[in-house]
């Protein structure tokens, strides 16, 4: 039997310097499941993404964490990746002096045992196969991490780590931002081959076009700091259409963003 993954956020509130941002998110991702989540901008989606992976700004306030039954909010940034969680962040980070392939290799070691650490040969091999797939040049591999990378080449590259590191739950936070249409189709195609009952994934996105491509199971609506609304692929289908006006009003919000006060 597959031994499928688990996250279970309960009641979440997150802080930032004293301001709450998250304000009671409640969502439960299992193996076999991706979830898509839309919202105007300012609402909190990253800030979601962020105090799951253990940026240390975030001060969680309230509400519990778990995956596979173990609290995440207890781990170190480091023990989260080694529990299985992924994050491809909005806006990836420029590493200069690393390059792209020694980021992986020391990452995908880190999660394993000492003694354990995968063959250079192996991992060549796999990197190679799975850079084809993104159909990404192999000068990628050389190239110091991010830096100088085009918009799109940075989101096809978090594609490659989330495929080397073989995560069980991933959040993906804007995935699809500036990407053009065949390398929107090549990242929808990475995220498919991870498909399967030992993968969940949180795909944080504007648009639905890219759910055309990966198929969601659940759309949530995100405003004022948490889910307001859930339902089926067909929800992000009709916030394409009519925008989030007709939301707001079904469940009487003024001011959709997280506010200017605590
Ligand atoms: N480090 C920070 N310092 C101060 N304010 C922050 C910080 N991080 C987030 N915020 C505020 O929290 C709110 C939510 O931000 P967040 O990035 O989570 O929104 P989002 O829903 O991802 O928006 P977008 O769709 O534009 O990416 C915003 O008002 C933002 O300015
Ligand atoms: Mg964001």
Known sequence: MANKPNLKIKDLHVAIDEKEILKGVNLEINGGEIHAIMGPNGTGKSTLASALMGHPRYEVSKGEALLDQAD?????????????????????????????????????????????????????????????????????????????????????????????????????????????????????AGVNAMRGDEFGALIITHYQRLLNYIKPDFVHVFMQGRIVKSGGPELAERLEAEGYDWVKEELGIEDETVGQQG
Request: glycine content about 6%.
């Open 72 to 188: 995440l909010l207890d781990m170190d940034v480091d023990e989260r990746a080694r529990a299985g969680l992924f994050l491809a962040m909005q806006y990836p980070s420029e590493v200069s002096g690393v390059t792209n392939s020694d980021f992986l290799r020391s990452a995908i070691n880190a999660k394993r045992d000492e003694g354990n650490e995968i063959s250079l040969m192996k991992f060549i091999r796999e990197m190679d196969k799975k850079m084809e797939l993104l159909e990404m040049d192999e000068k990628f591999a050389t190239r110091y991490l991010n830096e100088g990378f085009s918009g799109g080449e940075k989101k096809r590259n978090e594609i490659l780590q989330l495929m080397m590191l073989n995560p069980r739950i991933a959040i993906l936070d804007e995935i699809d931002s500036g990407l053009d249409i065949d390398a929107l189709k090549v990242v929808a």
